[in-house]
């Protein structure tokens, strides 16, 4: 099990960011987002993750993030997971939260209303938040060694969108509240095209030649949780020897997210050996 502090860490962003921002976006791996913010999420999980049978108040100490153990954190990250894959129903989970703190039960619109809604077809098309961290649900699970000649109708298919205004991007990022260096990191992914891959290397031998010094590992840490995917390309940048590098808290090939990195990436038009090393030099014309 992850350290106590990675599990805080990942619980946070998950409730904090992940959900809101899939909330806001109307990804489709729910029909219907019935919460938007951070403190709604937290109550709808911790009340079926940990209260099951009660309020999560009656479990533990506020705040939750200080009280829970590594494996009440774990359970709680797990349906959050759920929530954001689809597999678990917001709205369900929403409304029996309710019932444990003895509130009456919102009145929704209908699934075939929304279903019939004329923007939902619009919304499965669309970009989704979701999509590039968490694997979908009809995503293959046998892994399959790449191919370099592999035809493209053999590659699951990915949203991606082409025209990204990073203009727009680098605006977010110097306007939020996040550190001065994961400000950095993040603006210089903007960079990086499409199609194109850079690493944690070049980035820190940048970063230190232009700014201060640095290393692989903090630019790594920096970009761990990135807010603004997947506008901001934290996808594209690959361990030094051109293997798959991390990829939201795991590494390498076994890693859990690892089938859906190659998979952005080669949608984008980068294409990797037979030993899973991706071809060609990385990016490093960073200004």
Not at 4 to 17: D, F, K, N, S
Not at 42 to 59: F, H, M, Q, S, Y
């Amino acid at each position: 099990m992850a350290a106590l502090e990675e599990l805080q860490e990942r619980w946070r962003y998950l409730h904090q960011e992940y959900l809101p921002a899939m909330a806001a976006a109307k990804d489709p791996a729910q029909k219907q987002w019935t919460v938007h913010l951070d403190h709604c999420f937290a109550r709808i999980v911790l009340d079926n993750a940990i209260g099951v049978d009660t309020a999560w108040t009656e479990k533990i100490k506020s705040p939750a993030i200080k009280n829970m153990t590594a494996t009440q954190l774990q359970t709680a990250i797990d349906l959050a997971e759920k929530l954001a894959t689809g597999e678990a129903n917001l709205l369900e989970l929403d409304q029996k939260s309710l019932q444990l703190r003895g509130k009456k039960e919102k009145k929704r619109k209908s699934d075939d209303t929304t279903s019939t809604s004329p923007n939902s077809k619009k919304l499965k098309k669309s970009m989704t938040v979701s999509s590039y961290f968490l694997p979908s649900p009809n995503s293959p699970s046998a892994k399959k060694e790449d191919k370099d000649d592999a035809p493209d109708d053999s590659m699951p298919k990915l949203p991606v969108k082409t025209d990204v205004d990073m203009s727009i991007q680098l605006k977010r990022i110097e306007e939020s509240s996040i550190t001065a260096f994961r400000k950095q990191t993040l603006s210089m992914l903007c960079q990086i095209p499409r199609g194109r891959y850079s690493t944690y290397g070049a980035m820190a031998d940048w970063i230190s030649k232009n700014s201060h010094k640095t290393c692989a590992r903090a630019v790594g840490n920096a970009m761990r949780n990135n807010p603004f995917a997947p506008e901001v390309p934290c996808h594209r940048i690959l361990a030094g020897d051109g293997s798959l590098g991390g990829f939201k808290g795991s590494w390498g090939e076994d890693g859990k997210y690892a089938k859906l990195k190659h998979d952005l990436l080669r949608e984008e038009g980068s294409r990797f050996d037979s030993k899973g090393k991706v071809r060609g030099s990385p990016f490093r014309d960073f200004s």
